[in-house]
């Protein structure tokens, strides 16, 4: 049975970094797309960013600039580089992964924090 699991998150002061991390089991296959969802309180699920298997990345305009995505094909592992962080950003991330939305297959998600 596929299974993501999420890593990374916790609380960060304004300005600064964290990185994210999504390992990916129970398939043979490296997944088309990956990616990164975000949840805040009160508002509905949001993408943050999406990467190919063969590394191309999208991102979402409030995550331009900031964060980075990345992916690791012999890991079956997807990273999110967070920099410059804002209270904003504070949510439940949450990794997806599918054929071309990375929204087939979800995590449980990993809360980050963003406050001073």
């Known amino acids: 049975q596929v299974q993501l699991v999420e890593s990374g998150g916790g609380l960060v002061q304004p300005g600064g970094s964290l990185r994210l991390s999504c390992a990916a089991s129970g398939i043979r296959f490296v997944f088309n797309v990956m990616g990164w969802y975000r949840q805040a309180p009160g508002k509905q699920r949001e993408l943050v960013a999406l990467?190919?298997?063969?590394?191309?990345?999208n991102y979402a305009d409030s995550a331009k600039g900031r964060f980075t995505i990345s992916r690791d094909n012999a890991m079956n592992t997807v990273y999110l580089q967070m920099n410059s962080l804002k209270p904003e950003d504070t949510a439940v991330y949450y990794c997806?992964?599918?054929?071309?939305?990375?929204?087939?297959?979800w995590g449980k998600g990993t809360l980050v924090t963003v406050s001073s």
């Open positions: 990467i190919t298997k063969i590394g191309s990345p």
């Open positions: 997806g992964a599918g054929p071309y939305y990375a929204t087939d297959y």
